[in-house]
């Protein structure tokens, strides 16, 4: 009598099956198609004018090489592809040391070669099917999104958090001015945290000095899946939507070593129910909009919580103007250490201002500050094309508050950063 598969194998069969078969789609149509392609090489160096308790580096170098290929076969109109590669190198110790493709993004480290996107799009009349490692954004505000549950981030510096791509099926229904959106996740791709020996990572008073291990991360293996109805055009905008599955940003557990000389920490996943909306409503002088989601936890592994987000915005000539504010309700606390950043944010005024130049150039400020004072960042950015195929960029971080705040434990990590990118 054979054996039976476990649930997470079957998960496991169907994943490789699903990248096997855009494979194979990109492989059978390569003979008649229409290609385009984009890619970059971005350098970036960051320069940090204090050196933090647990790491005395104040300059780090980045490079980033990133190509994308669209395939849109020319017998099959309804199908199109995409994929991406990623390449990067760092002067920090931030990118893996292996030279490996990586399909995950479930390293503490950034992989040294990463498939960044690889997306069948299937379009039949009303219907849009994506299938494959992709992007996937909910939410209607700018600067926080409490419905985002599909969209994790790269949080090795906390303030300039890219997003990471998930690996799933992602139906989309029109119907006039209203589409259904689902989404199936079969395996969590989780935020990654700071790194515990370098200057994001900020422990409490209590663990100054102590030997700190990482203990790894602990990654759920059951899949996830949400639903969310948008509806756009008239004179309001707005959606509503529902997530099952875990939260992409950790907890962190410590336990001593058996000798009792060091913490080790370790990543864990809790499971997360969300209950979320957005609208959106035009009026004379602005644009009116709020997002909220509250936050359960079926196994009470986490806090219980709502997080909402009010702006205002007004484009006025050049300037779109983006003001609001960020609140947070907690209805059940269990006491974990969540790494939360959208938490954090929770409780401030926040704000972004963007000016076009010209169409070369651009300048934006953004910021937060808490309700109560005691912590604050302010981040601006000037963008400039020197060429055709050249652009510099120069931004700066200025973070300053208590210790005992979210925003202000990291006011040793103000910094200067100024990249050159050449795009092909």
């Known amino acids: 009598m054979s054996a039976v598969r476990p649930k997470s194998a079957w998960k496991t069969i169907l994943t490789r099956a699903a990248v096997a078969s855009v494979l194979l789609l990109w492989t059978s149509f390569a003979q008649a198609q229409a290609i385009s392609e984009r890619g970059f090489v971005d350098g970036r160096g960051v320069w940090f004018p204090q050196e933090a308790p647990n790491d005395t580096t104040r300059v780090i170098g980045d490079l980033l090489f990133r190509e994308e290929v669209f395939l849109k076969p020319t017998p099959t109109p309804w199908i199109q592809f995409a994929a991406g590669l990623d390449l990067r190198a760092n002067s920090h110790d931030q990118v893996e040391d292996r030279w490996r493709f990586d399909f995950s993004d479930r390293g503490t480290l950034r992989p040294r070669m990463a498939i960044r996107r690889l997306t069948a799009t299937i379009t039949a009349s009303k ?34 958090a890219d997003f990471l791509p998930v690996l799933g099926v992602r139906p989309v229904l029109r ?30 008073a209590a663990l100054q000095g102590v030997p700190i291990v990482d203990g790894g991360s602990v990654i759920p293996e059951r899949s996830q899946q ?23 940003l950790a907890n962190i557990e410590g336990s001593l070593l058996p000798l009792g000389n060091g913490v080790k920490l370790t990543r864990t996943f809790p499971d997360l129910r969300s209950y979320g909306g ?21 196994s009470s592994s986490s806090d219980e919580y709502v997080l909402y987000v009010i702006e205002i915005e007004r484009q ?23 790494f ?26 953004e910021g937060a500050a808490h309700q109560n004072g005691k912590g604050f960042y302010v981040k601006g950015e000037f963008s400039d094309a020197i060429a055709a195929h050249w652009r510099v960029t120069v931004n700066g971080v200025g973070i300053s508050g208590d210790s005992e705040d979210f925003l202000g434990q990291f006011s040793h990590n103000s910094h200067l950063a100024a990249g050159l990118r050449f795009s092909f």
């Open 127 to 160: 219907l849009t099917l994506d299938v494959g490692k992709q992007f996937i954004r909910w939410g209607r505000a700018d600067i926080l999104n409490p419905t985002d549950r599909f969209a994790p981030r790269d949080y090795l510096n906390v303030i300039d």
């Open 278 to 298: 957005d609208v959106g409503i035009p009026l004379p002088a602005f644009m009116l909009k709020g997002e909220a989601a509250y936050f359960t936890s079926p």
């Open 226 to 248: 949400g639903v969310r109805w948008n509806h756009t055009g008239g004179r309001i905008e707005g959606s509503l939507s529902f997530f099952d599955g875990f939260n992409h």
């Open 316 to 338: 006025i000539g050049e300037w779109l103007i983006d003001v609001g504010y960020a609140g947070e309700a907690v209805t059940k606390s269990t006491g974990t250490f969540p």
């Open 340 to 365: 939360a950043p959208d938490r954090g944010m929770a409780k401030s005024i926040i704000g972004r201002v963007s000016y076009t130049v010209d169409p070369r150039k651009t300048v934006a400020v």
């Open 175 to 204: 119907l006039g001015n209203d589409t259904i959106e689902a989404v199936w996740i079969p395996r969590l791709t989780p935020s990654r945290l700071p790194l515990f020996d370098q200057r994001w990572a900020v422990f409490p």
